[in-house]
């Protein structure tokens, strides 16, 4: 199993949309996550596939064709500058053990 | 609230120490991990525990080893530390799916 986030760094203006890569390869049906820590910070959970829920307006969507799980929010806040890792985890897995990416580290600008 | 807590937040050790790295966790989780995280390299997976003296190995356990004497607490043990395993750890828990994790211990070996 591995996940790869080809971006290191993304940076864009406040209010414009964001999008930040995931791409993964496993033979199963896999969990995705998006984590996220902001500076001097925990890492943190943001956001599960299986929750389908949009938190602090960020989105993501399990595209199993193209095993992606792209992170997007529409319009980008300061506050959203952070690091941010998508991460796997094999299905019912007993130990849940999380595979991450490399991470991608998010700048808004004013 | 789940707290995850490690013991030390920096700690400066000379080559070929012993270093132990400690982690406890308050919610009663079966599962440990100990990752490191590097700059572009993501977060790597050194150990896991499931179980009360049940480890397994994760994807760079070279050089490392874990004890696991007690539920709530997973120690990360470097036999003899040297200069690549300069970088931060982070120990995390989980029951289910989402991992808590610590605020990080950022060892440096010179």
């Known amino acids: 199993q591995r996940v790869t986030q080809p971006e290191k760094l993304l940076s864009v203006f406040k209010g414009a949309p964001v999008e930040l890569k995931c791409n993964y390869s496993?033979?199963?049906?896999?969990?995705l996550f998006w984590y996220v820590q902001y500076s001097r910070q925990r890492l943190q959970l943001l956001l599960r596939h299986i929750s389908r829920e949009s938190i602090k307006g960020f989105t993501a969507d399990l595209n199993k064709g193209e095993t992606s799980f792209h992170l997007k929010k529409p319009f980008a806040q300061e506050e959203d500058s952070a690091m941010y890792y998508c991460a796997l985890s094999p299905w019912m897995n007993a130990g849940n053990m999380l595979t991450f990416g490399g991470g991608t580290r998010l700048m808004v600008k004013p | 609230d789940v707290k995850v807590t490690q013991s030390s937040r920096y700690l400066v050790k000379r080559t070929g120490e012993k270093v132990f790295l400690e982690c406890v966790q308050d919610?009663?989780?079966?599962?440990m991990f100990w990752y490191r995280q590097d700059p572009g390299l993501g977060l790597r997976l050194i150990y896991f525990s499931y179980d009360v003296k049940m480890k397994e190995k994760g994807d760079i356990p070279e050089g490392y080893s874990v004890s696991r004497e007690k539920k709530e607490r997973f120690s990360l043990i470097l036999e003899s530390a040297s200069t690549n395993q300069t970088s931060m750890y982070l120990c995390?828990?989980?029951?289910?799916?989402?991992?808590?994790f610590g605020q990080g211990t950022r060892l440096t070996v010179v």
């Open positions: 995390a828990s989980s029951m289910n799916t989402e991992a808590f």
């Open positions: 496993y033979s199963g049906s896999p969990e």
């Open positions: 919610m009663d989780h079966e599962n």
